[in-house]
Each structure stands twice: as C-alpha cells, then as structure tokens.
C-alpha cells in the first residue's frame, strides 16, 4: 500500500508511534506540529492494523430511567420528574429492535434507589431468555457501583452474576476524564479515577469486555486529555479488555457546565480539535487497542466520514434514539440507517463491513436478516431532520 511519509515529524517519534511506544512527550509534539502530518500518520497506523474495511453496528439505545441521584455539571439528561421503565416496557422495546433487525441493544440510564443489582440482573435474563443471539451492551461504572453497594454486593460479585446472566459487554461511559481534578469541577459525586478503574479491570479480569469514552471539550486540559487515553492503553496492556476506544465531544447546551462556557465566550471543542483527539488517540493506541470510533451522533455525520481518513475505523451505531445528545443540543438526529453508513463507507472509498459488540462480523447469514430496519428508517429521519 502506498504510504507517503510525514516529513516533519522526527524519526525517533516516527518510530516509537510504529511500534506502539508513543510517549506523552511524543504526543505533544504531533499535537504541536501541522494536523495534516498529524492525520497521515494516524491515517497510515490505521490502514496498518484495519486497512479498508471501516465497521458500524446495528443496535438501539434504551434509557431505562432518565431519573438520577447524581448532578454532574455537564447532563441534561438527567430530570426530577422522569420515568422508569419496567422490566416488561424493556423487552417491548428489545422486541421491536429485533423485529427492525438490531444485533444490539445498549441500556443505560441514571442510578437511582428503586434500580438495584436484581434489576439489572433480571432485565439481562429476561432479554438473554427470549433473544439469546442479541448482544447486550449495558450499564456504566457508575451505574454498577451504585446498584451493587445498595444490593450489598461487591463489585466483583455483582459483574460475576452480570456475566452469567448473559451480560456481553460493559459501557465504558462515566469515564468522563479520568482526572480528579477535573471530576471535582464537572462531577465530584460521581465515581473517582481509580474506582472507575478498578471497576473497569475487574470487569475484564471477569470475562466481561468493555468499550472505553473520553468525554472532552469543558474544563480539561491537553494534558490532561491526553493523560487519560494514556491510561486506557495501561489498562488494556494489563487486560486486553477494551474493544474500542470512543472520544465524545462533549455537547454544551442545557447544562451547567456549557452554560457557564457559552457565557464566557467559549464554545466546544472545534472540528479541527475532535479530528486532533481521533488521531492522536489512534497513534496512543496503536497496537494496544484496533477500534478507535468516530460517533456521528457527536460529530455530525460528515466530520466522522471525514475522521475516517484521520485514524478512525468505526462509525458507531444506527442507536435509533439517543437522550444524552439530544438533551445538550445534540442536533445530528437520533438514527442513521445502515443504507446511509453503507453510503458514507463507501463515499469515503472504504468498504463497509457490519459487526456486533466485541467487532465480530456479522454474517450475511445472520438469523435477523441485520441491515434491514425498515420501520426506524423513515420515522426518525423525517421527524428529526
Ligand atoms: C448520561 S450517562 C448514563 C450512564 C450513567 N448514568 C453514567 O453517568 O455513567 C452516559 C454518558 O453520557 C455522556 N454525556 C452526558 N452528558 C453529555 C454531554 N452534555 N455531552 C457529551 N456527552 C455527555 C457522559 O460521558 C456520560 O458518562
Ligand atoms: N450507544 C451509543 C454508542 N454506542 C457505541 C457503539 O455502538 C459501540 O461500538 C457498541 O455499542 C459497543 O461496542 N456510542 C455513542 O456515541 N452513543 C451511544 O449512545
Ligand atoms: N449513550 C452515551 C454514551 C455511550 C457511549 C458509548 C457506548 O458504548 C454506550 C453509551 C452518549 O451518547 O453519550
Ligand atoms: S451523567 Fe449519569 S450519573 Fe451523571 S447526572 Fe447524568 S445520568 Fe446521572
């Protein structure tokens, strides 16, 4: 494969990014240094490790309850008044994703009193007992560690029991930015640094994987940004856990957080920045973790087309509804149908492949005919765009 070689960029840092060894210093001076060498390299280790083959998934979002305990700074999803959905209103709307052709379902919500380790365990038996070829793709950290201290559990006995319920795959949400400084300011209710590690690898040393999220654009700084995908490469060198790594830009509106940015003048992060952190996190990451995704319901469906030739992979999923954006002003809709990703793979020069949660390709053989989606297709697009 023709590989044109950044000319600016030292030899030594050239070759330790080949060989998986970038160093913070490293990485400040790819940042520092011109974006176009910057998206090359990141460009070249992707085609190394992924080449052409660009994934998505077909899956859907439930919020089991957008009620919550906490208050970080930074959600709107969060309300007083809200709802909470039954383990019955749960497979309703599991069984309509399967009938569309979903092959996962990511559940989250807040954590709340009335949502204990026995809920969590009953709704992943339930869905496990009725659609055994579904992936399940549930619950944070936070979500976890709340449920388990209010069911008397520890950590590790209640991801035990997560797993033999049929539990796939853990959210790497409420990483935020693994910094206790920064979680002072934006979340100090929520879990620390080292308890959402710990959480994390002992998810992994269970048998469960796990994605990784950084949720950047607030108070953070370079440094600490890149701190934090620094120690998702010492978790995964210890683990091997992770399956993907999801930068999300963090959405301003709403919340308390953006509303103090947008009075003093400041905005989110810039397109130019979201593209730096996809590249320079593919470079971090190289030979550790394959997967590093570009979320479109973020980024907004051409600047994640156009991460794909700056390090990215993956464009995420059709999620056909999605609160957490829409709340702080997420405005790229809530659905993209695979007939749009097969579109903007192959717009981009790539070739589209479906997969499931641990990026395993899906088949064309696959008993729920994935790829159709006929019903959330004209629904959402016409009533949100
Ligand atoms: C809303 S929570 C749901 C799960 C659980 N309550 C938790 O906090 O882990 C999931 C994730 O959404 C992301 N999120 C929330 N508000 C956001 C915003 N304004 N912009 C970008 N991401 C946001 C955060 O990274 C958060 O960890
Ligand atoms: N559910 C959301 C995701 N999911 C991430 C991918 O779909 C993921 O690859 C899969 O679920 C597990 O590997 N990403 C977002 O940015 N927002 C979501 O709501
Ligand atoms: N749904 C959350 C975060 C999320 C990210 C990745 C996941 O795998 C699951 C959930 C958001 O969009 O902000
Ligand atoms: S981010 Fe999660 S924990 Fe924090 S307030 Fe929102 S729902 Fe609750």
């Known amino acids: 494969m023709y590989m044109k070689r950044p000319a600016a960029i030292p030899d030594d840092v050239?070759?330790?990014?080949?060989?998986?060894?970038?160093?913070?210093?490293?990485?400040?001076?790819?940042?520092?240094?011109?974006?176009?060498?910057?998206?090359?390299?990141?460009?070249?280790?992707?085609?190394?490790?992924?080449?052409?083959?660009?994934?998505?998934?077909?899956?859907?979002?439930?919020?089991?309850?957008?009620?919550?305990?906490?208050?970080?700074?930074?959600?709107?999803?969060?309300?007083e008044k809200g709802y909470i959905l039954s383990v019955e209103e749960i497979l309703k709307k599991v069984g309509d994703a399967w009938k569309a052709g979903v092959i996962e379902v990511c559940i989250q919500g807040g954590y709340i009193p009335e949502i204990d380790m026995e809920f969590y365990l009953e709704i992943v038996e339930?869905?496990?007992?009725?659609?055994?070829?579904?992936?399940?793709?549930?619950?944070?950290?936070?979500?976890?560690?709340?449920?388990?201290?209010?069911?008397?559990?520890?950590?590790?006995?209640?991801?035990?029991?997560?797993?033999?319920?049929?539990?796939?795959?853990?959210?790497?949400?409420?990483?935020?930015?693994?910094?206790?400084?920064?979680?002072?300011?934006?979340?100090?209710?929520?879990?620390?640094?080292?308890?959402?590690?710990?959480?994390?690898?002992?998810?992994?040393k269970t048998g469960i994987s796990t994605n990784a999220t950084i949720m950047y654009g607030h108070v953070e700084t370079v440094e600490e940004r890149l701190d934090h995908v620094f120690t998702i490469r010492e978790i995964q060198k210890e683990t091997g856990g992770f399956s993907e790594f999801i930068p999300m830009s963090f959405l301003p509106h709403n919340n308390r957080i953006g509303e103090k940015m947008l009075a003093s003048g400041k905005f989110a992060s810039t397109g130019l920045e979201d593209l730096q952190l996809i590249?320079?996190?593919?470079?971090?990451?190289?030979?550790?973790?394959?997967?590093?995704?570009?979320?479109?319901v973020k980024l907004g469906k051409k600047l994640a087309q156009f991460a794909l030739e700056c390090g990215a992979n993956d464009l995420g999923g059709t999620l056909m509804e999605d609160q957490i954006s829409t709340a702080s002003g997420g405005n790229h809709g809530e659905y993209m149908s695979p007939a749009e990703f097969e579109w903007m793979i192959k717009g981009a020069g790539r070739i589209p492949v479906q997969r499931d949660t641990l990026y395993r390709k899906v088949e064309p053989g696959f008993s729920n005919k994935v790829g159709s989606l006929p019903a959330f297709g004209k629904a959402k697009i016409s009533s949100k765009e």
């Not at 240094?33 to 992707?46: I, V």
């Not at 077909?58 to 969060?78: E, L, P, V």
């Not at 409420?174 to 100090?188: F, G, H, K, Q």
């Not at 590249?279 to 479109?296: D, G, K, P, V």
């Open 14 to 79: 050239l070759e330790r990014a080949h060989r998986g060894n970038c160093t913070k210093e490293d990485a400040l001076i790819l940042l520092e240094g011109s974006p176009f060498e910057l998206f090359e390299l990141a460009d070249n280790l992707r085609a190394s490790t992924t080449g052409d083959i660009v994934s998505y998934i077909t899956n859907r979002n439930i919020y089991i309850t957008n009620k919550c305990a906490g208050n970080c700074g930074f959600c709107a999803y969060r309300t």
């Open 126 to 204: 339930s869905i496990k007992a009725e659609y055994p070829e579904l992936c399940i793709h549930a619950f944070s950290p936070m979500e976890i560690h709340y449920a388990a201290k209010i069911s008397g559990m520890s950590i590790k006995e209640a991801l035990r029991k997560l797993k033999e319920s049929g539990l796939d795959s853990l959210t790497g949400t409420s990483a935020e930015i693994l910094s206790d400084r920064v979680r002072n300011i934006i979340c100090p209710e929520k879990i620390n640094t080292q308890q959402w590690i710990d959480i994390i690898k002992t998810a992994h």
């Open 279 to 296: 590249a320079i996190s593919r470079i971090i990451l190289h030979t550790h973790i394959n997967n590093i995704q570009a979320t479109w």
